[in-house]
T-cell receptor, first 110, second 117 residues
Framework: QKEVEQNSGPLSVPEGAIASLNCTYS??????FFWYRQYSGKSPELIMF????GDKEDGRFTAQLNKASQYVSLLIRDSQPSDSATYLC??????????FGAGTILRVKS | EAQVTQNPRYLITVTGKKLTVTCSQN?????MSWYRQDPGLGLRQIYY???????DKGDVPEGYKVSRKEKRNFPLILESPSPNQTSLYFC????????????????FGPGTRLTVL
């Protein structure tokens, strides 16, 4: 069973700080990695996709991928209370199976 | 409006009574998938479909069936529901999941909360 692991949290950060969310995966053959945000009672929504080693930035979000160490992270700069949500890491395995982590709860305190 | 619809949104049923949860998308997407979400376990993929008449098992397919006779519809069938299938179910679709350096957004439906007594 391939696994994707995340710290369940909650991760609490003050407004304006950088929130750092981490994810490790077990399948070395994985090529594509996703971060989804899920507000309480809502559906997940895709916020970042990363394929290559290194950093990918989109507004206040930066995804970081290190395939050698098998981890992917999400940084949220200038965190806002509206960023409070559960963040799901997902890994695309061979055969187009998408495996999700259990999610990290982020709380941004104003 | 681009959307994925699921019906019903809420369902309470009894053990063994066959049920179908419908999923429909209006974006002409090829890829569709069903997930269940349970506390502490995150989203787990049940089945997915790359195109019409092409389906494959995800991580937790036992007790479920799917079909993809039309591109827009991807129903989830529970032939004999059991209490351990009580969960929140999401259907999702995308034009494709990921290819090389790009991907398409996967749109999720609003969810179906199923309780099996």
């Amino acid at each position: 069973q391939k696994e994707v692991e995340q710290n369940s949290g909650p991760l609490s950060v003050p407004e304006g700080a950088i929130a750092s969310l981490n994810c490790t995966y077990s399948d070395r053959g994985s090529q594509s990695f996703f971060w989804y945000r899920q507000y309480s009672g809502k559906s997940p929504e895709l916020i970042m996709f990363i394929y290559s080693n290194g950093d990918k930035e989109d507004g206040r979000f930066t995804a970081q991928l290190n395939k050698a160490s098998q981890y992917v992270s999400l940084l949220i700069r200038d965190s806002q209370p509206s960023d409070s949500a559960t963040y799901l890491c997902a890994v695309l395995e061979y055969g187009n199976k998408l495996v999700f982590g259990a999610g990290t709860i982020l709380r941004v305190k104003s | 409006e681009a959307q994925v619809t699921q019906n019903p949104r809420y369902l309470i049923t009894v053990t063994g009574k066959k049920l179908t949860v419908t999923c429909s998308q209006n974006m002409n997407h090829e890829y569709m998938s069903w997930y269940r979400q349970d506390p502490g376990l995150g989203l787990r993929q049940i089945y997915y479909s790359m195109n019409v008449e092409v389906t494959d098992k995800g991580d937790v397919p036992e007790g479920y069936k799917v079909s993809r006779k039309e591109k827009r519809n991807f129903p989830l069938i529970l032939e004999s529901p059991s209490p351990n299938q009580t969960s929140l179910y999401f259907c999702a679709s995308s034009r494709r999941l990921a290819g090389g350096y790009s991907t398409d957004t996967q749109y999720f439906g609003p969810g179906t909360r199923l309780t099996v007594l």
